[in-house]
């Protein structure tokens, strides 16, 4: 069992930056794959980025890609979401989610945790 509580979200000019943590419970962390996904209104869910538990494998959405930075600190039970270059369409909820596997996958009906999620809002 994991328990996921993400923080850092909040209200950033375009241009700006944020890091988001998602900080877990539980001592297997170390062997989730952890994802980040994101829903705006009215729109679905979407992959965001994705690690694999040792942190040696990365993948990142199109549309983030250069912009945003996953990372792990499994001493911590910590994930990050290092995100700069914010644009108005990165408003969204952010949600990490784990999963019970190395590798991530972009799909989340893949993963088996997710955190309540934290709003990320970019103004222009």
């Known amino acids: 069992q994991v328990q996921l509580v993400e923080s850092g979200g909040g209200l950033v000019q375009a241009g700006g930056s944020l890091r988001l943590s998602c900080a877990a419970s539980?001592?297997?962390?170390?062997?989730?794959?952890i994802g980040w996904f994101r829903q705006a209104p009215g729109k679905e869910r979407e992959f965001v980025a994705a690690?694999?538990?040792?942190?040696?494998?990365?993948y990142y959405a199109r549309s983030i890609k250069g912009r945003f930075t996953i990372s792990r600190d499994n001493a911590k039970n910590t994930v990050y979401l290092q995100m700069n270059s914010l644009k108005p369409e990165d408003t969204a909820v952010y949600y990490c989610?784990?999963?019970?596997?190395?590798?991530?996958?972009?799909?989340?009906?893949?993963?088996?945790?997710w955190g309540q999620g934290t709003q990320v809002t970019v103004s222009s």
């Open positions: 989610a784990a999963r019970s596997d190395y590798e991530p996958t972009i799909n989340h009906s893949g993963y088996d945790y």
């Open positions: 539980g001592r297997t962390f170390s062997m989730y794959a």
């Open positions: 690690i694999s538990w040792s942190g040696e494998s990365t």
